[in-house]
Nanobody, 113 residues
C-alpha cells in the first residue's frame, strides 16, 4: 500500500502562488498515475490534475494555464504549482495514487480576495 503525505498549503492572496507537494512511500512509484483532487466546503471532491508514469498530464478546465503538475520519480514526489490563484481555488487539496487508490490526509489552501 502506498502512503501519501501532502504539504505546502497555506493562506495566500488572490493572484499569488503556492506549490503543493505529495511524498509517496512504498515501491513502484514510477508506474503510478498521480492525481490532485480538491474539495471545497459543501462541494464534491473534484479532480484538478493528473500525471501518468510516463509524464502525460491532464487538467480541469478551471485550472488550465494556471496550475502545473509534475513528478520526480527519483524522489517519489508529485507537485502541483498553482499560480494566479483565485478565491474559488480555496479547498482542501488531496493527493491520490492509481491503481493503489491511496489518499493523503489533505492540505488546506485558502485564497483571500
Amino acid at each position: 500500500q502506498v502512503q501519501l503525505v501532502e504539504s505546502g498549503g497555506g493562506l495566500v492572496q488572490a493572484g499569488g502562488s503556492l506549490r503543493l507537494s505529495c511524498a509517496a512511500s512504498g515501491s513502484g512509484f514510477r508506474i503510478l498515475t498521480m492525481r490532485w483532487y480538491r474539495q471545497a466546503p459543501g462541494k464534491q471532491r473534484e479532480l484538478v490534475a493528473s500525471i501518468t508514469g510516463l509524464g502525460s498530464t491532464n487538467y480541469a478546465d478551471s485550472v488550465k494555464g494556471r496550475f502545473t503538475i509534475s513528478r520526480d520519480n527519483a524522489k517519489n514526489t508529485v507537485s502541483l504549482q498553482m499560480n494566479s490563484l483565485k478565491p474559488d481555488d480555496t479547498a482542501v487539496y488531496y493527493c491520490n495514487a492509481l491503481p493503489s487508490g491511496s489518499w493523503g490526509q489533505g492540505t488546506q489552501v485558502t485564497v483571500s480576495s
